[in-house]
Structure formats: structure tokens, C-alpha cells
């Protein structure tokens, strides 16, 4: 069944530990996303890539990175988690960036202690 | 910056319709998102409006008009799996999504 992933389902973390999160989708959509939720704020865009080799900075990129090395696959990295970065986070497709539907992956409930 | 405002909760009654509210202030506008959310689960897209009017889906419609930065979702005959946040996003100038906070609806029996 094509669609997008997402591992893992959750984790707990100490902080100051570095932790990837790992996204991959098989539609072969150009562009993917990852957002952050977070109780009373919504989504809000961490860091996105337009196509395969390219990356850019969202609403809330600080203390993240990501990168993207082919298609499918769109890991974002917390460095050194801090409490703050406990939230739930879902990765997305879409065709092409812009006006395009976003696809959701299943997301990763993260807590920082 | 961006500016997105939905209500934060909303209930109604089963076979009832309601109506969720959107009002945005964004730089620059390239259509509108309304997203589906049920409790745990991952977003899902419902519908999108780039030009003013109603875009009608079954049972639920999608209202824009772009001069009033406003948007209605209009969920008929409600039902018990309708009850979900129900997410407007906006695609500004430079294409990024961004997100109201969401407006959880809960359906009564």
C-alpha cells in the first residue's frame, strides 16, 4: 500500500541525547515535510525539501536538522533534545511543493525528560 | 508572520450540520486547506479553495472568500465519526502551509 511512514511510533528520551526520526514515503512525491503539534498551536513547519537534495528552514527550525538524500527518504535529527522539543511530529509528502495535498505520515509522539 | 483564528471546540448533535469558521491574515495567499484530524491520528486532506465561492463534497462544503481572508467548512448530517479537529491551513506567497490550531467538533447522540 502506497503511502508515507514514519518510526517510531513513539519514544522517550533523555535530554541532551541525539535522536533521529525517520520518514519515508513510496508515492514519489518531490517534496516533504515535517511538522510539529503541539497542544492550543497546531502544526507548525520544522524544516521542508522542495526535491531530493535540497533542504529548507520552517517556522521552527532551531535545535533540528534534516536531510535529504533521495526521494523516499526525509530523517530529521535533534542534536541535543531539550524538554521543549516533546511534542508529537508527522512527517509529509506532496507532489510538488505549494498548493499541492499534503500526505501524513502515522507521526512519532517524542518526550524529552 | 501568519495569522490563522478557528474556533477552539464545537459540539452539535448527530444528523445536525455545523460550521466551522476560518479567518486568516497571511503573507501573500495561495489557496486554502481544510484537514481532518481524528484524536491520535495523522491529518487527512478534506478539501481546497484557491478562487472565492463553495466547493461542495458530499456532505461537507468548503466556503472561500479571499477579499474577507475568511473560509467556512459546512459539515451536513453529522455523524458519530465526524466528531474530530478539523484543521484550516494556508498556502502563503512563498508556498509554505500554515496551520490554525485546529477546531475539535464532537457529535452528540
Known amino acids: 500500500i502506497a503511502g508515507i511512514t514514519q518510526a517510531p511510533t513513539s519514544q522517550i528520551l533523555a535530554a541532551g541525547r541525539r535522536m533521529t526520526l525517520r520518514c519515508t514515503q513510496d508515492?514519489?512525491?518531490?517534496?516533504m515535510y515535517w511538522y510539529r503539534q503541539d497542544l492550543g498551536l497546531g502544526l507548525r513547519l520544522i524544516h521542508y525539501?522542495?526535491?531530493?537534495?535540497?533542504?529548507g528552514k520552517g517556522e521552527v527550525p532551531d535545535g533540528y536538522s534534516v536531510s535529504r538524500a533521495n526521494t523516499d527518504d526525509f530523517p530529521l535529527t535533534l542534536a541535543s533534545a531539550v524538554p521543549s522539543q516533546t511534542s508529537v511530529y508527522f512527517c509529509?509528502?506532496?507532489?510538488?511543493?505549494?498548493?499541492?495535498?499534503?500526505?501524513f505520515g502515522p507521526g512519532t509522539r517524542l518526550t524529552v525528560l | 508572520g501568519q495569522n490563522i483564528d478557528q474556533p477552539t471546540e464545537m459540539t452539535a448533535t448527530e444528523g445536525a450540520i455545523v460550521q466551522i469558521n476560518c479567518t486568516y491574515q497571511t503573507s501573500g495567499f495561495n489557496g486554502l486547506f481544510w484537514y481532518q484530524q481524528h484524536a491520535g491520528e495523522a491529518p487527512t486532506f478534506l478539501s481546497y479553495?484557491?478562487?472565492?465561492g463553495l466547493e461542495e463534497k458530499g456532505r461537507f462544503s468548503s466556503f472561500l472568500s479571499r477579499s474577507k481572508g475568511y473560509s467556512y467548512l459546512l459539515l451536513k448530517e453529522l455523524q458519530m465519526k465526524d466528531s474530530a479537529s478539523y484543521l484550516c491551513?494556508?498556502?502563503?506567497?512563498?508556498?509554505?502551509?500554515?496551520f490554525g490550531a485546529g477546531t475539535t467538533v464532537t457529535v452528540r447522540a
Open positions: 491551513a494556508v498556502v502563503s506567497n512563498d508556498y509554505k502551509l500554515s
Open positions: 525539501s522542495n526535491t531530493a537534495g535540497t533542504t
Open positions: 508515492m514519489r512525491h518531490n517534496a
Open positions: 479553495n484557491v478562487l472565492d
Open positions: 509529509a509528502s506532496s507532489d510538488s511543493r505549494g498548493a499541492d495535498e499534503q500526505f
